[in-house]
């Protein structure tokens, strides 16, 4: 069975930089498009970018041009590099294969000051 495991979360000042990692258990990891989600409190999880097993990307527009998502089939590996940090961005993020039941147990990301 398949897993996602996150890491790399943190707290970083406002205008800092973390990059955070998803690890899939799996070899059929390259043929998902995977995404990551985040969720702040007493919000909806939203989703923050995704990209395709070929490796097209799409974000939300509140992180395009801070965060860039990229993956490494080779170590079944998603990241997710957030520059340029703010408040806002204060969530737990998940990562998910997409259209799959697969979800990371999430990493908490604090921004603050």
């Known amino acids: 069975q398949v897993q996602l495991v996150e890491s790399g979360g943190g707290l970083v000042h406002p205008g800092g930089s973390l990059r955070l990692s998803c690890a899939a258990s799996?070899?059929?990891?390259?043929?998902?498009?995977m995404a990551w989600y985040r969720q702040a409190p007493g919000k909806q999880r939203e989703l923050v970018a995704h990209?395709?097993?070929?490796?097209?990307?799409n974000y939300a527009d509140s992180v395009k041009g801070r965060f860039t998502i990229s993956r490494d089939n080779a170590k079944n590996t998603v990241y997710l590099q957030m520059n340029s940090l703010k408040p806002e961005d204060t969530a737990i993020y998940y990562c998910?294969?997409?259209?799959?039941?697969?979800w990371g147990q999430g990493t908490q990301v604090t921004v603050s000051s």
């Open positions: 799996g070899s059929i990891f390259s043929i998902y498009a």
């Open positions: 998910n294969g997409i259209g799959t039941p697969l």
């Open positions: 990209i395709t097993s070929d490796g097209r990307t």
